[in-house]
């Protein structure tokens, strides 16, 4: 990969194209639970809830193109889990396999002790070999399994929880 890039907090013009990256992943029925294309509209109220130093949103910018984005999500929305994230990672289809991921979780995990972070957490589809991978590496295990809990064009799929104290 080309190492000029950026990592930097996300704006409100960002959105659009956080918004068409997500939605390019939808057809393949690897990552995300969603069936239909989400509009930028109702994305908003889910950009309103990031903050940089609570839960960040981070795209990952080369010549000031967005090639992906990360976003930390609070876990079950109770202060006693404020210590908790979800980490996601979405990387548009031409920069997917060039170790964009890597540089993110990364990231990702070096923040977590200015953000209060003690666990993150992956709610990752069973089938997503290359995320379970990535996870994986960065010392993800598995902390729940839950069988045929979504289902997509008619096939029952799992969801592997995985989680990483800090």
Request: aromatic share 10%.
């Amino acid at each position: 990969m080309h190492t000029s890039y950026e990592i930097v907090d996300a704006t409100l013009q960002d959105l659009e194209r956080i918004v068409e990256i997500y939605n390019s992943t939808i057809a393949g029925r690897v990552v995300t639970a969603d069936l239909e294309p989400v509009t930028v509209e109702s994305r908003q109220p889910w950009f309103d809830e990031h903050s940089p130093d609570f839960r960040p949103l981070w795209v990952m910018k080369q010549d000031g193109n967005i090639m992906a984005w990360l976003s930390f999500q609070s876990f079950y929305g109770r202060p006693a889990y404020n210590a908790t994230a979800e980490v996601s990672i979405y990387i548009a289809d031409e920069y997917r396999g060039q170790g964009i991921g890597s540089i993110l979780i990364h990231k990702a995990i070096d923040a977590c002790p200015a953000l209060s972070i003690d666990t993150l957490l992956g709610f990752v589809f069973g089938h997503n070999e290359p995320s379970l991978a990535l996870l994986k590496k960065f010392g993800f295990e598995v902390w729940g399994h839950l069988p045929r809990v979504a289902k997509l064009d008619g096939v029952e799929r799992d969801l592997i929880i995985v989680g990483k104290r800090i």
